[in-house]
T-cell receptor, first 115, second 114 residues
Framework: DTEVTQTPKHLVMGMTNKKSLKCEQHMGHRAMYWYKQKAKKPPELMFVYSYEKLSINESVPSRFSPECPNSSLLNLHLHALQPEDSALYLC??????????????FGQGTRLTVV | AQSVSQHNHHVILSEAASLELGCNYSYGGTVNLFWYVQYPGQHLQLLLKYFSGDPLVKGIKGFEAEFIKSKFSFNLRKPSVQWSDTAEYFCAFRRAGGYNKLIFGAGTRLAVHP
């Protein structure tokens, strides 16, 4: 299984809503990531978890709150988002940084629209 | 600041034409280099990667890339493109041995006409 599974595939939420994005992988990877991709732009790193601990936060606003409940799951909790937060949110995973083959595997993403 | 430059934003080719997409990174140390492809409506997929060793790396679907350290470049090539290669191509790099922070280029949108 070389898949990273993200749910939901599409999400429309109001600015006062609270929602969560979910990501799951069963490749035994110990590093997991959230990226944000705006239309016609490259993915931009938001967060990195390494061994279930947050290791990188790229100065992301607190209305985005990541959580890594276990080594296979990664969540992104959303609250009080703005319309400009509408984007494709990508989850990725890789072996930990000490591994030799540490390419990242990406999920299909959740297309988020904030209204 | 570390960055990746992709010189071509849009490329239009006819089937059977040869392809070369440029990629340059800015970092003086040891790097890991990647090319990812994003087909319409699909997720990012790894085309090929370079960690060390032979600077000419071969990937899936007939793609190859050459790492030229002196030029900080990692150009992607394919001798003969197909209509199914229509996609967006992203070059990415990461500092070797450090945190797994991938830095992506802006992407090149390739359209192949039959």
């Amino acid at each position: 299984d070389t898949e990273v599974t993200q749910t939901p595939k599409h999400l429309v939420m109001g600015m006062t809503n609270k929602k969560s994005l979910k990501c799951e992988q069963h490749m035994g990877h110990r590093a997991m990531y959230w990226y944000k991709q705006k239309a016609k732009k490259p993915p931009e790193l938001m967060f990195v978890y390494s061994y279930e601990k947050l290791s990188i936060n790229e100065s992301v606003p607190s209305r985005f709150s990541p959580e890594c409940p276990n080594s296979s799951l990664l969540n992104l909790h959303l609250h009080a988002l703005q319309p400009e937060d509408s984007a494709l949110y990508l989850c990725a995973s890789s072996q930990d940084r000490s591994g030799k083959n540490t390419e990242a595997f990406f999920g299909q993403g959740t297309r988020l629209t904030v209204v | 600041a570390q960055s990746v430059s992709q010189h071509n934003h849009h490329v239009i080719l006819s089937e059977a034409a040869s392809l070369e997409l440029g990629c340059n990174y800015s970092y003086g140390g040891t790097v890991n280099l990647f090319w990812y492809v994003q087909y319409p409506g699909q997720h990012l997929q790894l085309l090929l990667k370079y960690f060390s060793g032979d600077p000419l790396v071969k990937g899936i679907k007939g793609f190859e890339a050459e790492f030229i350290k002196s030029k900080f470049s990692f150009n992607l090539r394919k001798p003969s493109v197909q209509w199914s290669d229509t996609a967006e191509y992203f070059c990415a790099f990461r500092r070797a041995g450090g945190y797994n922070k991938l830095i992506f280029g802006a992407g090149t949108r390739l359209a192949v006409h039959p």
